[in-house]
Nanobody
Framework: VQLQASGGGLVQAGGSLRLSCAASGRTFSNHDMGWFRQAPGKEREFVGAISRGGIIYYTESVKDRFTIARDNAKNTVSLQMNSLEPEDTAVYYC?????????????????????WGQGTQVTVSS
């Protein structure tokens, strides 16, 4: 799977951005899709994911502000980000995994994902 993320930019605190990730290659619907972010000097961290079964989960800090959706017909996954805060500033990556899947599992670790997009910068000014 090849992944291409887009939609990043500069926004003021309280604003919104919508990131998109287009996938090509293997069957998109058979993959769990995740969003991660990496701020300068920090490790890459989990933001949220939507499983191949449509189960959605988020890290606590974005839970009430971000929304993930997928469109299997278009091979895309999106991340709608509202009420952005300066702490959300990071490079955002979409990722895909096709390994073992169980509906009750939550795949939040970098090493659990097989494919990565190139990242898109999100900068939130105060």
């Amino acid at each position: 799977v090849q992944l291409q993320a887009s939609g990043g930019g500069l926004v003021q605190a309280g604003g919104s951005l919508r990131l998109s990730c287009a996938a090509s290659g293997r069957t998109f619907s058979n993959h769990d899709m995740g969003w991660f972010r990496q701020a300068p000097g920090k490790e890459r961290e989990f933001v949220g994911a939507i499983s191949r079964g449509g189960i959605i989960y988020y890290t606590e800090s974005v839970k009430d502000r971000f929304t993930i959706a997928r469109d299997n017909a278009k091979n895309t996954v999106s991340l709608q980000m509202n009420s952005l805060e300066p702490e959300d500033t990071a490079v955002y990556y979409c990722a895909a995994r096709s390994g073992y899947y169980h509906p009750s599992s939550r795949y939040t670790r970098v090493r659990e994902y097989d494919y990565w997009g190139q990242g898109t910068q999100v900068t939130v000014s105060s």
